[in-house]
């Protein structure tokens, strides 16, 4: 499949070395608002094209999957000018700046035939299917406690007075769509839609989130949610059911995985080399072809947005993309 894409941050050049491992990877067109930083970046990787017009990106006819990795406020508007053209669509977690705007997305989606799938990298890690695979062996799943604090490599800059992009709400930044997001895709995996959310968080003076703390309710579970780009924390993830538990080490970077069942310990899931994008790529490569392989639906996105809203909604955080139509 040939894909471009879209952004020139390190992200971007992860997504294009993790796809490099496939055989049904080519990366055909770079784009960039700065022709220089999108030609520099296709050369580096011997993409035919470069872009800093979308709109002759989305017109490449030897293009036929974006992946975005621009801002979150820009995913929508760019998500949206390749459905159009009849490009499937890998978009950088979180999907888009609120669930209206993922709603938006998935109706153009069916209406032009195209694929549009969240790039949720931990979702798609062998060590997750690990869990899934043994959730029955911990009986009734009572109590999820997902929690992912690590301080922000910008933060300091924060501190002294520059704000970079991940502080700005206007960016549709900041801890809960930048972080919260991967532990509550993996909640909702696990327990469905919650019927009660209660989240309490800082702001920082930007207005974006520094931090947050939320619960799940459900009938006969709870989901505590913790995260922050302030402050670290090396807190495992535990699923607790009524016959044993599941331990994670890390909700971003899954290296150990156990269970526990009385006094017995069994490792499910051992790896200590980061595991790359290159699962979600595959998974997403094969439905765009039509296969059946697991993979996270754009609805279950949109869920997980329609949460993000209510979460911002009780702890303030308000981004200029909610206003528009």
């Not at 209206?100 to 949720?120: D, H, P």
Request: aromatic share 8%; net charge negative.
């Amino acid at each position: 499949m040939n894909f471009a894409t879209v952004g020139t941050n390190w992200i971007t050049e992860a997504f294009i070395q993790a796809g490099s491992s496939l055989k049904d990877f080519q990366l055909q067109a770079v784009y960039s608002r700065n022709i220089e930083r999108a030609q520099t970046l296709a050369d580096q990787y011997d993409a035919p094209s470069a872009y800093d017009d979308l709109e002759q990106l989305c017109r490449d006819t030897n293009v036929e999957a974006l992946y975005i990795a621009s801002p979150t406020r820009h995913h929508f508007s760019i998500a949206m000018a390749g459905i159009q053209h009849g490009k499937h669509i890998i978009c950088e977690k979180p999907m888009c700046s609120n669930a209206e705007e993922a709603k938006r997305l998935l109706a153009a989606a069916s209406e032009y035939g195209v694929t549009i799938m969240e790039a949720i990298k931990n979702m798609y890690f062998p060590a997750w299917e690990a869990v899934s695979n043994h959730l029955d062996d911990i009986g009734r799943l009572r109590r999820a406690s997902i929690s992912y604090c690590q301080y922000s490599s910008r933060y300091d800059a924060y501190r002294e007075g520059t704000v970079l992009n991940a502080f700005k709400p206007e960016l549709s930044n900041g801890a809960s769509m930048d972080i919260g997001i991967y532990c509550l895709h993996p909640a909702l995996e696990l327990l469905g839609m919650p019927q009660t959310v209660q989240a309490h968080g800082y702001l920082l003076e930007t207005g974006a989130d520094g931090q947050a703390a939320v619960l799940l309710g459900y009938p006969e579970a709870q989901a505590v949610v913790s995260y922050s780009k302030i402050s670290s924390s090396t807190q495992p993830v535990e699923l607790q059911g009524e016959d044993g538990t599941i331990t994670i080490d890390h909700i971003n970077h899954m290296h150990r995985v156990t269970l526990t069942k009385k006094d017995a310990t069994t490792v499910l899931w051992e790896n200590n080399q980061e595991d790359s994008m290159a699962h979600e790529i595959r998974a997403f490569i094969q439905l765009c072809a039509g296969e059946d392989v697991r993979h996270i639906s754009i609805e279950r996105s949109m869920q997980v947005l329609q949460v993000l809203d209510e979460i911002r909604a009780q702890i303030g955080v308000r981004f200029p993309a909610d206003n528009e139509e």
